[in-house]
Nanobody, 114 residues
């Protein structure tokens, strides 16, 4: 069955870095757009970054220049490198796979606090 398993979340101080990973299985990974979403307390889930099958990427304005999404199709894994983290980046981060259907992971918590 389809599985998306996120890892790499945790507590980090403002200005610090984290690298999230999402290990995928059960579908043709290279044929899916892979994205990271996040949901902060009391807010709606929002798209953070997307890696398309053709190699292009998309970022929301608030993370441009700080976050980098990458994928390794041989390892069926997508990453999110997060640098210069801010308190407002605190959220549960979810991995998403999309082609026609959406698949979701269970999320990993990122807390940015001093």
């Amino acid at each position: 069955q389809v599985q998306l398993v996120e890892s790499g979340g945790g507590l980090v101080q403002p200005g610090g870095s984290l690298r999230l990973s999402c290990a995928a299985s059960g579908f043709f990974f290279s044929m899916f757009a892979m994205s990271w979403y996040r949901q902060a307390p009391g807010r709606e889930r929002e798209l953070v970054a997307r890696s398309n099958t053709g190699g292009s990427t998309y970022y929301i304005d608030s993370v441009k220049g700080r976050f980098t999404i990458s994928r390794d199709n041989a390892k069926n894994t997508v990453y999110l490198q997060m640098n210069s983290l801010k308190a407002e980046d605190t959220a549960v981060y979810y991995c998403n796979a999309r082609r026609i259907t959406d698949y979701w992971g269970k999320g990993t918590l990122v807390t940015v606090s001093s």
